[in-house]
C-alpha cells in the first residue's frame, strides 16, 4: 500500500542516516520501525499478563484492611 506522510526534513535525514548504517532502504527502516511500535504495549497497559512468580502455586499474599496497613505503618 502507497500513503503520504510528512517527516520534518532533520528526522527524515537521521533515519536516512540509520537506514544507511544498518544497509536498509528507508522504506525497510520505516516498515522495521512501524511493526517494533506496533509490537510495543501502549502507555497504560502495564498489567502483567502472568504473575511475575512461577513455580510457587502455594504462596498466598494477606489481603489486608486500611486499618491493619495503618497499624503496620504506626499510622493510628
Not at 13 to 40: G, P, S, W, Y
Not at 44 to 55: A, H, T, V, Y
Not at 56 to 71: G, R, S, V
Amino acid at each position: 500500500m502507497r500513503f503520504t506522510v510528512e517527516i520534518p526534513d532533520p528526522l527524515y535525514h537521521q533515519a536516512l542516516e540509520v537506514a544507511k548504517e544498518r544497509n536498509m532502504t528507508f522504506n525497510e527502516l520505516v516498515i522495521d520501525f512501524v511493526e517494533c511500535r506496533l509490537e510495543t504495549p501502549v502507555h497504560g497497559e502495564k498489567r502483567l499478563k502472568s504473575p511475575p512468580i512461577s513455580g510457587i502455586k502455594e504462596l498466598k499474599i494477606p489481603a489486608l484492611t486500611n486499618k491493619e496497613i495503618a497499624e503496620i505503618l504506626g499510622d493510628k
